[in-house]
């Protein structure tokens, strides 16, 4: 194999892959988004028995009885679940589970006890995405035998079958979400406005996975079965960290699949041997969901500590603040020994107070923020106790709101109480708002 002939093999291999995760992908974004990721998993393998009886029915894999057989199953497992939902006898993660392990097993036994047929386990499990390559569609060449295969002598090669085949089914996905988005997202996130509106939540959930189906049968060839679940999920789940927007969110798991197969290549290049490329895929694939889920610029769970974090140094920092307040209103001295020494060190930094001979004095900047805190610290004591709260109630959640409450919600406070001079405890409510 020539070095041009192998780069060519390698972007093949590539392109299937990205066309398989992103194919799988923006479908997963609404299984992810129904609660029913599961289901994925259920169909990608409950549609096993309907590819066996349609191989044996038809003789081919490459017949469109494959196609048919897998929408069929693929329809009736989410009819079955509901079913069995609807029973009131069991949940619907149980449902689904029963439902597609029962079907699975029976694809499996099948395909086990198809000696008649060209139907091979680990292909149908695992898949060999190594191979796609070889397997090309030839335009106008001569048909000819040989060992029971079809080849054909001459003509045009226009790329693996399973290229052109993927492709198809994500053009095919991608239409049918631009044509039905507006159903789509309504039934998606509310099914009872969906049923009220009239557009049949229902029909479209199971069209949702007629295709959920039919991408699965198309993957079969190049991931198999069980990576196949992996691509449902993991890029949607990347890319609904990433987003609250429908729409980018689809688009995001679309990159995130195109993605997913390039480093996943490059993983299995990487350990060499004999590595299955389509698992490489979908560690990569989980490898991107895991920078996501630690890392997003919103949900991360870094940014999420990092932003705790913020919000708990902000918060005793106010509260350092508010205590040297009241220490001055009640006429005391303020010692650097009572605070933390990072406290007044930033403090100090930012103009809110001064040190000298080991006392603290707020600046007119430091008494402003003061007072801010203060009045929405009072203001609310009045507001809840005006609601009936207790007097010797109010003081534990003012002390947490004084942190929230901005100078436009202490205005609209302060006229609903007609401008009160002091709080339930009689403290007087300082009047200047902070600017």
Known sequence: MTLMAFASFE????????????????????????????????????????IVVAVMLSGSLNSIAIFVGAGIIGVLTPILVDSLKSSRLIDEDAAIGSVFTFLFAIGVIMVANAGNIDLDTECVLYGEIATTPFDTWVVGGTPYEFDGHTFMKGGTDIGPKSAWTLGIVLLINILFIFFFYKELKISTFDPALALSMGLKPKLIHYLLMFFVAITTIASFE????????????????????????????????GIVGAASSVLGYMLALALGGDVSIAGCMAVAAGGIFAMCFFFSPKYGVVVRFARRYKLKKRFHAENALVNMYRTHELGERCLVKNYRHNVIVRFIQQNILTEKDGELHLTEFGTEKAQNLMRAHRLWEAYIHKLGLPEDHVHQPADEMEHYLTNDLCTEIAQELKNPQSDPHGKPIPTKPAL
């Open 11 to 50: 972007i093949w291999i590539m392109v299937i892959g990205a066309l398989v995760c992103s194919a799988c992908g923006i479908l997963g974004c609404f299984l992810i988004l129904k609660k029913l990721a599961l289901m994925g998993d259920a169909i990608s393998h409950a549609v096993l028995p309907g």
């Open 222 to 253: 190049a991931v198999g079965a069980i990576i196949v679940v992996a691509m449902f999920i993991a890029p949607g789940a990347s890319a609904y960290l990433l987003t609250d927007r429908l729409s980018l969110m689809i688009f995001l798991s």
